[in-house]
């Protein structure tokens, strides 16, 4: 029988004292997660749905109400996602300027603060060595590192889950449901449907499953205080609904519950991709959770088997659903504190003063890399690249050349670009599809940046240039009436040898 053990926590009423060791272990916590969210943040560039995310958020600023979501991607209203994310971008914006930190510095915040929610009831739960496995193992997978240096709902959905999550593991676990309990429930439903809806499931589903095989569980929690709570997030959580006309709310339901589900590669070929984000995405928690339920046997409690009940909604996920690794993000939560608590037991030999020491190496550490020397940890576009490398081009009135290309069902590759570039130079810039140069409007002489697959469009329709300067799949080129002989190479020997 499990040992009912109320460790001390940011939030519960035995709070952790003003000890030195106490001290130490709260700022090696912060820093941790700040070396995990911040150190790479001014890094890379949004992809493409996050620069229609800050556009939207941009075009708040000027417009007449905050509810009236507009896509300036698709030159038509936006109702496929909630308007808060976009809120506190805009104030981001308002506060900062328009640029690529001010978009992706609310996302990250989410996720920092979602992560320090975690760490406080996990260590309230099984001990601070359990909740620093538990952020070990939930932040060391590509899917994480990829989701904090973007602009997206991902923090949202972690921060959500946890608030709301909370107050159902502490009665699962026998301790008193307090009014700010209730309050941060209450946020927690809130954040969830003013991210994505249909992640609700997420937390209802475990809580009927954990009530069903521990009734007890439901006397814990008291109604007078979570009926409330659960009424007033959830229509806080779902008013932005009402804002939205038939046409655009009908849109939205079909991205938040139908769209999900359409397997664009077929069934079999889903199936694959579904393996391999659990194999290498996931990795190493997929395999540390997978050695843990092999060889730990750990006496399952109502807590541990609401965090169970949510870990295995990862199967009808998987089965259901498009292969997209953020879908399995909750279920990993849970994954992380069910291996956490594993783990902690298992290596008994590890003290905080372990976990204190490798956080602060960790925190030098990155932001040594990223910040000081400047090692990059994400791809940044080559043309934003370019333009960085030789800023004498951005003054330059020059134009800027992508494939010809279109894309079923989407707009042309130079809206996307284009856009990017302005969040990136607060410039508007002149960006062409290889089909539409001509030597007329380009006579010999003239320069433009291009992408490889616009010069190998060029190629192929013969018309002359010359590469001056090229980074990755980007190139300054400049025409030529005649195309020297040592350029009648394929284009990738070229771009290599210059």
Known sequence: MRVLTPYPSFFSRRRLSHSRASRVLVLSVICFLAAMCFSHL?????????????????????????????????????????????????????????????????????????????????????????????????????????????????????????????????????????????????????????????????????????SFRHPAMLERLPRKLMLPALFVGTILGLSWLAFFSPAVLTKTIDNQLFRPFIMADGYFNNLLNWARVLALDYAPLSWILLLVATRTRVQRGADSSLWLALLVLAIPVVL????????????????????GEALAYRLP?????????????????????????????????????LLRVDPGLITQEISICVDGREIPNSRPNKKRLGMLLELEFKKKFTVLSSVELSQEAYPPGSTMLATRTCLQHLETEKVNFVVLRQIRDAAYVKMTSELPKQWHLPLEEALDDH
Request: aromatic content about 14%; some cysteine.
């Open 320 to 339: 259901l659903s498009e292969s997209q690794s953020r879908y399995l993000s909750l279920p990993a939560l849970a994954g992380s504190v069910l291996a």
């Open 42 to 210: 001014h890094q890379g560039s949004l992809q493409i749905d996050s620069v229609r995310y800050a556009h939207i958020a941009n075009l708040l600023l000027g417009g007449d109400s905050w509810f009236s979501l507009y896509d300036e991607f698709k030159d038509a209203p936006y109702g496929n996602k909630p308007p808060l994310l976009f809120w506190v971008v805009a104030a981001s914006f308002k506060t900062f300027g328009f640029s690529t930190f001010s978009a992706k510095a609310p996302a990250v915040l989410f996720v920092f603060l979602g992560l320090l929610l975690l760490w406080d009831l996990v260590s309230r739960l099984n001990g601070p060595r359990a909740a620093f496995f538990a952020l070990l193992l939930y932040c060391g997978n590509r899917v994480f590192i990829r989701a904090i240096a973007d602009l997206n709902f991902e923090g949202m959905v972690l921060m959500g889950a946890v608030m709301a999550l909370r107050p159902l593991v502490l009665a699962a676990r026998g301790f008193v449901v307090s009014r700010f309990d209730a309050v941060i429930y209450a946020a927690g439903v809130m954040l969830l449907l003013q991210s994505k809806p249909p992640y609700l499931a997420f937390i209802i589903v475990p809580l009927l499953v954990s």
């Open 349 to 385: 030999m590890l003290r905080l003063r372990h976990f204190a020491f490798f956080s602060f190496s960790l925190c030098l550490i990155c932001f040594g890399l990223f910040v000081g020397i400047g090692l990059p940890a994400h791809k940044q576009n080559a043309v934003v690249e």
